[in-house]
Structures are given as structure tokens and as C-alpha cells.
């Protein structure tokens, strides 16, 4: 077994006596209808590899619209789980294997399989209607046209209903489970472990046992199927990475972001209240942080986007930990909100998880467009510091670190993640409570004023510049704060011209003074004269492409910000320090912009903003031509 | 000092304190800035004289602002305050009186504030019965921004920004209230010291969002606005004052009241012509908020009628209450174990 590359190609091994074809890594996509289950099915394939201790990256797909009309090309559904036996950084440019369930799900991704890709067809849904619903003339398992795959055509739909039939469930019903079926399959398939799904299955509906095992009973169908037709000579061993030790779990972004405040309350010792309003693909971190009342936390669903942030600076102002969750439409709406908080210094966790916009935009798709929204968007000089988590395990420490901040600094600290991250999953090594960071603040108990009758809530920690913080009950600290210009030390109301050009600088300079960890850069050759500077969900895409030039014989060195504001204090020297900067944006060159702007390094921009993350080979190809160019000069 | 329970449901929970208080302990340092003649001088000092009688520790008390002249009102406190943008306080009280059920929690307002550009944190509040007061400073124009229509101006109102006369047909702040199902509505002139104190006392004793309406007179853009409900001879007649348990009777001496009229609604009558049997008698803990919303339709834009006092106060649980209720609630039934959260169900270990 060779050490696999990133997107590269599979090493393969068969073993005669079992059949069994040993892979260092495989790509799956699932496609379907919106309702025909394959975010589930995905889902639990991805939970499979993770239990049997694969490396994995997971991409779901999906429209938004809820049902968009049966059968449709706008209606497809796909969820891509990337599983290997070594440590690999995306969910895979492309699907080694392609699941469709029905015609639509065909036409949509067959592009992406590559020739003698393995395609699984749910036959039942071929007929004539639903060909021609998505303009296919004739029906492409019955022409030439799929000659260059491996096609597995399976009557999905009506082995399911053979096997439910004795359940007594209604045809329709049974039919429902079908994915469950192409689940089992490909558990076979691919050696996977069972007991997990089967077992999740019976706690999913558990109110409805019927229903429950209606779906294992399609599982097994599907696991049996493989086992006993001669369709399937082969199958495929992926065996468990050389990860680091220690104990992990499959995570998405959203739930380790959410994980991460539930762990703030904790470290904190505050309340938290999460001010917000459902929007894709923000609403899960809603949906995981209700479920934790016990910590402390509550979760106040507003009237809108503004009620949400404004409700939890409202919190913060009480002493309690506010975070609001929402996507780019939804900061814009914030954004009069934010810059409260920026006057009134007072901490808050504003989560941004980008889509593609503007506008309503690309709902469920990524996007990286909001850099300078969240550097800028806001009347006045309004600085907010600015955190990206770099993958969907790494949400968990990203949100940890951006409410450090907010507490310390009384400051509304953005935190951008986005759809690929928030969606996709991989695994997590679980941190031990015990390393987790102390989060505890203290509050104003005693006047503070130089002559010692008074409190002046606008007094700054030397250090950190940081105002101190009186909450609403502590006796004789009684002020008031506000969004107009304070009066720095009393923060009475102030229209000086002075005192204002030095507040504007105040608050400027604690955000500049945050400490953030230098950037470190890898380059493994050391001789690297490009370097690829990325932010926030590329880190997969451009990881893995570093890695296939260099495996083509070239040295380039990566580094990834994540921390975009304020910029680590070694950023410029590291820019000066190449010969060229490749930073590769799901944008049109945010980050770029700010580069140049502050450190006047003329970086080149690659830029793609197709609503999904790059694909490896394409960064691969855009840096080798940069590498061999530079060399060559 | 103490934390007795006074007994007032809408403070339960707030620290009390036995140190007698004065309304001057109430002013802050800060300058007041309004116009001179500005009726929100007189609510300000009634709220000053009104608060030490609560006997409420003052650090717990919190006003919350918006934007507009009224908003200025938390400057003016010798208590936790926060200005904050416009038409936000609302939203802004209600996550803090959610964290914080030791606090008395004030929402200061104007016409513009809360109706127009915070309309809906408004409407939301009211119908969630957040547990905080809501005074919304009536004076029918924008001052701050020195003299549009509002949306409570009468129609073809000539201002800077409407020459030709405003379009917009005005909301009546009780009837919208009402509408969003308010457990406490009331309302009552700035010059009114009495009346305005006592639907303050009731306001502050209501568990759950209390809706204040005060007209207030801007002597600058829109003077006079409510002059005849000042007038002696004028006034007597168009004011309509509510009282809980009383017929709701009016005039200089008692020669109109109020009765009902087709499809729930109700009207002003003479006594000498209906009798007093006819007379409605005011119940302001009604269930069914149709008979309060009747009641805010006498009161006319032209002020021919206005109804003072209050309007409607009914228990229902507040929001703030409950949101608690499900934290305690979780925290007794389920551990708050992290490791076991971040952990969850399927895990796999890695030897190194």
C-alpha cells in the first residue's frame, strides 16, 4: 500500500483469495432526490468509516428548497464522504464511486465521475417520465453512453419493497427506505461495520419501531444484496489511519462551534444567551446549543436578525456571555448592532457562517465573501477582531479563542466560518477538559475614579486597553454607556474634537494590541520560493495541493491565517520573504486586498466563487505553474 | 439593607433596600439638555419622584433607550443605563432582562423609536410579555431630527419633510398594543402628575411587559399638540380617565359616560340620556383583550376623546420567567458534564 496523496490516484492491491481490493482511500458521493434520504445516508456511511477509524472529510450538497419538484436536476441531493487510511484534507475533488438514485441525481453528477468510476443506479426510477424530465432522450443505461464506468444497475426501490413486504408497511413507506438499501450496499461493499447503524436506526425511531425496523431490514436487504448476487465481484478495504493518538469523534463545524460556547459558559463561568434568527446554514448552531440548557445556556429565537444580536448584547451588558449566530445577510442586518458594541465595549461572539451571496445569493452553497464585510461593514471606524476556523473540527477551538478575546477585550469578536466548514465533518480529537483555556473575567466591584468617589467605566487596563466592566446590581457603580462618543476615563457624553480623534485611536489600538499567535508557515524542502497564504475553509483544498506539487518534485510552502484581524505580528516579514504569494480565495481577492493594502506586497490572486470549495487539482495546477515560472526566472 | 419581597409581582426578585430614598438621589451629574418647556422635564421628574417609593435598590434599576429625544433619558438617572441605537432598547432590555431577573428593567422611548423603526421589537415584546416597563414618550413628530412627521401625526400634517401634508394614516400606540395582545396597557399626560404616577405604580407592580403611553408636548416642532386636553373647559370633556371597577364616567360634572355600542364597540354618551345602569364599568383585568381594544377606539386622533389610566392589566406568564424556568429546569434534570458532551456516543481511540 503506498502513502496516497490527497485527491491523487488509489493505490491498489488485490488480495486473490478474498476478492478483496485493498484501497488507501476512497471518495463516495451519494445522490438522490430531496427527499430520498442521502444527507442521512452519508451521514451514517461517514459515521461507519469513523467507528472503523478512517480519516475522513465529508461535502453534502444541497438545494434549498426544501422539496424542490421530484425528480429535478434543481432538486438533487448529494452527500460526498472522502474515507482513507492516512490523514487526508478534503472531501475529494471528485467521487470515486457515484450512488444515484434516480435520473436527475445521474445527469447532475456524472460529469464529476472520472472514466472507469464506479456508478451505482437506482433502476426503478428510469422510466420515461422521469427521463424526460430531465431531457434525457433515451435512457442512458440502455445506450452506450455509460461505457466508460463500472455500472451496477440495482432495482433499489423494488428489492427494498420485496424485503419490507412481509412488514406490513404500506408500499410507499417501504419504497421510503430505499436509501437505507444503497446504505447496506455499500457497507458491503466497502467492509464497513453495521452494529452503529443499525443501532442508530432503532434510536431514530424509536417512536416508531415499526418504522425502525422497516430500515434495518432495508439495510440488511442492501448488505445481503451485495453479499449474494454476482454483480459485485469485488469489494474494498480502506483500513483505519495513523492518526495521532488519542480518543476521536466525527464532527461537523456547526456542532464543534457549538461545542465550543457550551465549553466557553463553562470555562467563563458566565450565563450564556444566544440572541438569534434561523438562516441557512446558520440555524443548526440554534438548534445544537438549545438542546444544552444545563450548562447555562438560553436560546432566544428573535423576531429578526437585529433582535437576536441586540438581545444578546443586551445579556452582555447584564454580565452574561452574548452570541448571536447568523450568515451575511443576516450581519448586514447586525451591523448597526455591532458597532454598539464597539462603542459600548462590551463582549460578544457574532458567528458568521458564509454562503454565497450577495443578497440571498447561494443560501446553502460557500462562499468567503465576507471578509470585508466583517473587517468594514460598519459605519464609522468601528475595528472588530476577526477569527476563521480553518476546518469543521476546528470551529470547536476557534470559538473558544474568539470569546477569550471578546471577554478580555470587551469587544464584538467576529467569527467566519462557512458552509463547507459548518456542513462538512471530519474527525475530532476530543480535547481533555482539563487543557481547556480559563475563560473567567472579573467585574468592577469598587469606584475606580483617580480621587476614588466615582466610577469612570471608560478607564483602561494599561495592557490590554480593556474598559473596565461594571454590571447592572453592583452598589455604587451606577453609569450609563451609550453609542454616542465618550469622554475617555468618565465616559460622560462628549463632542470634543480631541477627545474624539483619541477614542477612535483607543479603540483601534486594543484590537491592534490583541497578542495573536505568529503564522507558521510549512515548507518542508525549506527552499520554497512561493508560498500559498490561504484563510479559513481552503485550508483542505490548499493543504492538499501543496502536497501533490511537492510530490511532483517542486517546493512551495504553505501557511494559513486564522486570525485576519489583527494579522499575526510576523505576517509582513513572512510575505517579504518569498518571491511570490499565491492567496487562493473562494472571493474576489478579500484577503489580497488587505495584503497589499497593509503590508504593500503585490500577492497574486487566485479566486474562485462557485458556492463549493476548490478542488485540489486545480489549485494543484494554478501553483505548479506559478512554482515552475518563479523557478525558472 | 434587604431583600424583602414587597409583594409586587413585576418586582419580584429585584433586591429591595430600607434606606429611605429621595428623587434627588435618582438625578444624575449630567446636565439635563432638552428644550426648555419639553415635557419630558416633567416626566423625568415624575419618574424621580416615583422610583424612591418603590424602595428598590438603585443599582438594581436599568433604563434602556433608544433614539430620540426621550432616549436621552438614561443619561439623567442615577441608575444602570444604556443609549443605545434606534428602536433596539426593546430587544436590548429583553436579552437583559432575560439574564437578569434581579433587575428592574425600563424601556425609554418616543413615538418614532417604537413605532416606526423598532415597530417590530415592539409588537414582539408585548405578545413574548417580557418582564420590563416600556414608556413611550408620545409627541406626535420627530424633534431630535428636527421636525418630520412621525407615525403618530395626524394626517396632512405640513412638516419639513411632507409640504404638501403627510400621507400616512397615524397608529393609535394603545390600539396597536393592544392588538399585539399586551398584558398591561396604559396611558396618561406629561402634565398629568397624578395620573401619570399612578399608571407608573401599576406598571411597575405588573408582571410582564407594561406599555406606557405619555403624551408629551415638544414645544419646538409640535407645540401645543395636546393643549386641549390641558384646558380647563376643554379638558373636562374630551378626557375620558379609567378607573378599575368604576363606570367609566366623564365631564365637568359627571354628564357623559360610556356605553356599548354595536359589534363591541363602545361610545360616549350623556348620562342624562342612557342612565347610569347603561354606563360600562371599567374592567381592566378582561381577559379577552376586545373589550380594552374598544375601549382605545374612543380615543380620536383629534383628541375630540382620550381615554387615560389603564387600559388593560392581565397575568400571563412573562417569556424572561420562563426561559428561566427551562435552565433551572435542565440543570436540575440533566448533568452538566462537558467531557461527556464533547465525547458523545461514538468515539474511537487511536494508540499510539
Redesign the interface.
Known sequence: MSTGVDGGTAATGTSRAAAVTKLDRVVIRFAGDSGDGMQLTGDRFTSEAAAFGNDLSTMPNFPAEIRAPQGTIPGVSSFQVHFADYDILTPGDRPDVLVAMNPAALKANIADLPAGGTLIVNTDEFVKRNLTKVGYAANPLEDDSLAGYQVHQVAMATITQGALADTGLGKKDAERCKNMFALGLLSWMYHRPTEGTERFLREKFAKKPEIAEANVLAFRAGFYYGETTEAFAVTYEVAPAKLAPGTYRQITGNTALAYGIVAAAQQSKLPVLLGTYPITPASDILHELSKYKQFGITTFQAEDEIAGICAALGASYGGALGVTSTSGPGVALKSETIGLGVMTELPLLVVDVQRGGPSTGLPTKTEQADLLQAMYGRNGESPVPIIAPQSPADCFAAALEATHIALKYRTPVLLLSDGAVANGSEPWLIPDVEDLPDLTVEFATEPNSPDGSAFWPYLRDPETLARAWAVPGTPGLQHRIGGLEKADGTGNISYEPDNHDRMVRLRQAKIDNIPVPDLEVDDPSGKARVLVLGWGSSYGPIGAACRRVRKLGHSVAQAHLRNLNPFPANLGDVLRSYDKVVVPEMNLGQLALLLRGKYLVDVVSYTKVAGLPFKAEELQNVLTDIVKGVDAA | MTTIDLGLPGLAGVPTTDEPQKAKDYK?D?EVRWCPGCGDYVVLNAVQSFLPTLGL????I?F??G?GCSSRF??Y?????????HG?AP??????????P??SVWVVTGDGDALSIGG??LI?TLRRNVNLKILLFNNRIYGLTKGQYSPTSEPGKVTKSTPMGSLDYPFNPVSLALGAEATFVGRALDSDRVGLTEVLRQAAEHRGSALVEIYQNCPIFNDGAFDVLKEAGEAERRLIPLEHGKPIRFGASGEYGVVRAGFGSLEVAKVSEVGEDALVVHDAHAEDPSFAFALSRLSTQDLSHTVTGVFRSVSRATYDDQ??A??D???A????D??S????K???????
Open positions: 444624575s449630567q435598590r438603585r443599582e438594581n436599568v434602556i433607550s433614539i438614561p443619561y438617572m442615577n441608575t444602570y443605563g444604556m443609549h443605545s441605537i433596539r430587544a436590548i432590555a429583553t436579552g437583559l432582562a432575560t439574564a437578569r434581579d433587575l417590530n421589537h414582539h426561559a428561566r427551562q435552565v429546569d435542565a440543570k434534570s440533566k448533568a452538566a462537558l467531557t458532551l464533547l465525547r458523545g461514538d468515539t474511537w481511540t487511536v494508540i499510539a
